[in-house]
């Protein structure tokens, strides 16, 4: 962690210094909360589709289809905000 306060300092000059740095600022960020926000949300998924196929084995081929579909889904819309995240980034 103490290796990366520096390189945030230096990123902060940066955008500081120019009205693009905020905006590489802003799609980093952006970028990096749809990808930590898929994450969770396909953790999520997992440990409920795992823990209902504990509760149920029998349904187990169901709540499998269910949970690589919503995953799915989820991942699509990360990939969708990074790149919008981007595409903002260019813009200006």
Known sequence: MVEVLPLLQAVTDTAVASS?????VGAGLG??????GAGVG????GGSAVE???RQ?????RIQTAALILSALIEGV???GAVIAFLVQGKI
Not at 20 to 24: L, T
Not at 42 to 45: T, V
Not at 57 to 61: L, V
């Open 20 to 24: 693009r740095g905020m905006i590489a």
């Open 52 to 54: 209902g196929m504990a």
């Open 31 to 36: 970028a990096g909360l749809a990808v930590i």
């Open 78 to 80: 990360a990939l969708f």
């Open 57 to 61: 084995p029998e349904a187990a081929g």
């Open 42 to 45: 396909i953790g999520r998924i």
